[in-house]
């Protein structure tokens, strides 16, 4: 290893390269940032996902100190490394594409050439003296990529998930406060864009709350259980070669203490080194998720269109001007971002599902496409909830006078007269009302068949939004 202002020399299977002298990532990495200029997407663009793999060989190198295998030196050195990338530092070091040939294996000689260049900095040597602390030697001891790699992939998912859960029940919450906040405003509710039967916005909004917080309690009950099984000590292929019969239980007993997860081994290594159906499953979650918020972001837009010539029950917040040649328009950006992102969640499920299904015998090699999507899909449907929350529907008001109208306007408030005035009557006044233009209310009054009272009793909004039937006449 030579060394000149600006450049350090590292060797390895197909020859010498020059490395940045103030890198430090070695020629692994380097080879990869060459040849895999893909996404753009570095692994430094998900921090857990770097802290998940400093864990892990933190983790590695206890069990290997422990087990006498790592001199008390070279323990200390890469426990220094492992504690500083942990606590966020040297992350812009982690530059390979999230998407790489090779299984994961530039991801994996990442971390090991920057944790030994820290390490080797720590005992007071030159970035790339290997000798004195090696990459795969020691930070990768009793390790392959093949173990090491989607046990990271696993703990960082774990990591960034109660962030994911922390912005969609404050989305929860948010719907909730706006359905007590409408609790009395009556208004149409609708089936297939036709007017049905009446319900309060209250009533509307609650159960936005409701249906994300199904998705809030499965993330939070199964998500952990699909992610808490990880493969590491099955090193290349799950039988473990390479390393000490000992290791893999001294590993993820450590992994589970530094991390703060009761993590366990896999009971099958073989099987768990190949198989990606807890992606697939945690995936498929995720995409659940991001179909409802696109479904919800679908009625906000309706249920405020126009302003004058469409429902406008609900007013928006005004984000930006709408538009470049009509003036005044303002349109629903923070709902349509939504909707966008919601099918970038799905586009990387079925990304992920392809994936996944596109290993071969005893390895994945696409499980870098998998890290990616998933990572990708949490960060998206984080930041897309917290957007929709603070830029939406805590500014979402109300246009009650016009909910009011559209009740009494509409021919759906014939059903709620049905049980009082009998179907073939309901069914004439509909058609009436529906030829003439007139009013549901006013041929119902002008044929006598209910009195004011009694259309006042029936129209009470309590009476009209939940289960009620007339006792049967004699």
Do not use: W
Not at 101 to 122: D, H, K, P, Q, R
Request: with cysteine; proline share 5%.
């Amino acid at each position: 290893m030579s060394e000149n202002a600006t450049c350090r020399l590292e060797k390895d299977l197909l020859g010498t390269l020059e490395v940045p002298s103030d890198a430090y990532y070695g020629i692994q990495t380097l080879r990869a940032v060459h040849n895999f200029r893909l996404t753009g997407v570095p692994l430094s663009h998900y921090p857990k996902l770097v802290v998940a793999l400093a864990m892990v060989k933190q983790a590695a190198a206890d069990a290997n100190r422990e087990l006498g295998y790592l001199s008390p030196a070279k323990h200390a050195a890469i426990s220094e490394a492992c504690r500083r990338i942990t606590a966020g530092e040297f992350h812009e070091q982690f530059v390979v594409d999230m998407i790489q040939g090779g299984a994961g294996t530039s991801t994996n000689m990442n971390a090991n050439e920057v944790i030994a260049n820290l390490g080797l900095e720590a005992m007071g040597h030159a970035k790339g003296d290997y000798h004195q602390l090696h990459p795969n030697n020691d930070v990768n001891m009793a390790q392959s990529t093949n173990d090491a790699y989607p046990t990271a992939i696993r703990l960082g998912l774990l990591l960034g998930h109660e962030t994911l859960l922390g912005s969609l029940e404050r989305l929860c919450q948010s719907f909730a406060a706006k359905g007590e906040a409408f609790a009395q405003v009556l208004k149409m509710g609708r089936t297939q864009l036709q007017d049905a039967v009446p319900m309060t916005l209250g009533q509307e909004f609650q159960a936005f709350a409701n249906t994300l917080g199904e998705d809030l309690q499965h993330l939070r009950r199964f998500a952990p259980e699909l992610l808490l099984e990880v493969n590491l000590g099955g090193t290349a292929i799950g039988t473990g070669i390479n390393a000490h019969p000992r290791y893999q239980a001294i590993a993820v007993q450590r992994l589970a203490e530094i991390s703060g997860h009761p993590l366990r081994p896999a009971p099958d290594l073989i099987e768990a080194t190949s198989d990606m159906g807890s992606f697939v499953l945690f995936s498929g979650m995720l995409k659940r998720l991001a179909v409802k918020l696109s479904k919800i972001c679908n009625d906000l837009r309706l249920l405020s269109s126009g302003p004058r010539t469409g429902i406008n029950e609900i007013n928006l917040p005004a984000r930006q001007p709408g538009s470049s040649i009509m003036p005044g328009k303002v349109n629903p950006v923070i709902p349509e971002a939504v909707n966008q992102v919601a099918f970038e969640v799905i586009g990387n499920d079925l990304a992920l599902t392809l994936a996944a299904e596109g290993g071969q015998l005893q390895l994945n090699v696409m499980e870098p496409l998998i890290a990616y999507k998933l990572f990708d899909s949490i960060r998206l449907l984080h930041r897309a909830m917290e957007m929709l929350r603070e830029h939406c529907i805590d500014g979402i008001t109300a246009n009650e006078a016009r909910c009011r109208e559209l009740v009494e306007s509409s021919i759906g408030l014939i059903t709620a007269l049905n049980p009082y005035i009998g179907y073939e009557n309901s069914t004439r006044i509909a058609r009436e009302a529906l030829l003439s233009g007139r009013g549901v209310l006013e041929l119902v009054r002008e044929e006598g068949l209910l009195d004011d009272a009694m259309l006042a009793d029936i129209l009470r909004p309590e009476n009209m939004i939940a289960p009620r039937l007339v006792p049967l006449k004699d």
